[in-house]
């Protein structure tokens, strides 16, 4: 089965788990961090050697107070809790996002842990953290208008590749596959550049009860879709690989 190099997962509905279950909103965000856990793990023993989590939003500040400050202490918990994991399985940990905008008690022990984790070359693990896609483009365009102001380089010479040296993750492929929880068919502000040819597989399950059969599934139908990046079919030199049989393509159960 062909299996996409890179992986971006938008990991949505923590907070209505809970609700539907009458709990904290945060108990739905501990229980998400389980299924992080799950899906890591589950990416590096299968090969997938970009891994991308849409973690926390530049528009989650706008949440309650409290409700932040749990996700902050969630994400040192993971740091502190998955150290080992991440170490151990040759994962390199990388961040996307303003993350100078954390408070000090997540921002130091994340940015050490990316340090420890700076050369390992099993997978890499990118966690998006105070991140936009409006915001990273804009940030991009004022670095690559401050790169001509210093004459640096000429206005004509700013491409396609240009601009993605200037974006978060340059020097990363693009998404080959994007999976969204929680039944939203929408992208949220999530890698608005790097997600132009990207194939999109939405779950109508909630973050906390995605597991290994729902990953499964999205890298079957994956596996069967023909990429044509503009081309023609008939241009196209590898078919779509895998077979395509009604079983493959059944959602499982919700």
């Known amino acids: 089965m062909s299996l996409p ?76 809790r998955e150290r080992r994991e991440i170490l151990d399985n040759d994962i390199r940990l990388k961040t996307i996002g303003d993350t100078d905008n954390l408070p000090s008690f997540v921002r130091l022990p994340l940015r050490a842990l990316i340090s420890e984790s700076a050369n390992n070359r099993g997978m890499v693990l990118t966690l998006a953290l105070s991140y936009g896609g409006r915001e990273e483009l804009v940030r991009a365009a004022r670095t690559l208008a ?33 999976i969204r929880t929680s039944g939203e068919e ?14 999109l597989h939405f779950v109508p399950v909630c973050w906390p009860d995605f597991d290994r059969e729902h990953l499964d599934f999205a890298l079957r139908r994956f596996a069967t879709r023909e990429r044509r ?26």
């Open 229 to 254: 990046f503009g081309k023609t079919s008939a241009q196209v030199s590898e078919p779509p690989t895998g077979p395509r049989t009604t079983s493959d393509l059944e959602e499982p159960p919700c």
């Open 5 to 80: 190099r890179h992986l971006a997962i938008i990991m949505d509905g923590n907070g209505r788990w809970a609700e539907e279950r009458s709990l904290p909103r945060v108990e739905g965000h501990r229980i998400g961090a389980l299924a992080v856990h799950r899906t890591v793990r589950s990416c590096r023993e299968l090969g997938i050697g970009y891994l991308t989590l849409y973690a926390f939003s530049a528009q989650n500040w706008a949440r309650p107070s409290e409700e932040v400050g749990a996700l902050m202490q969630l994400l040192l918990d993971y740091i502190h």
């Open 146 to 178: 401050f790169q001509v102001d210093q004459g640096e380089r000429l206005p004509d010479d700013i491409d396609a590749e240009a601009f993605e040296a200037a974006l978060y993750t340059s020097g990363q492929p693009d998404p080959d596959l994007l």
């Open 186 to 199: 929408r992208i949220s502000n999530f890698l608005l550049w790097q997600l132009a040819y990207t194939e």
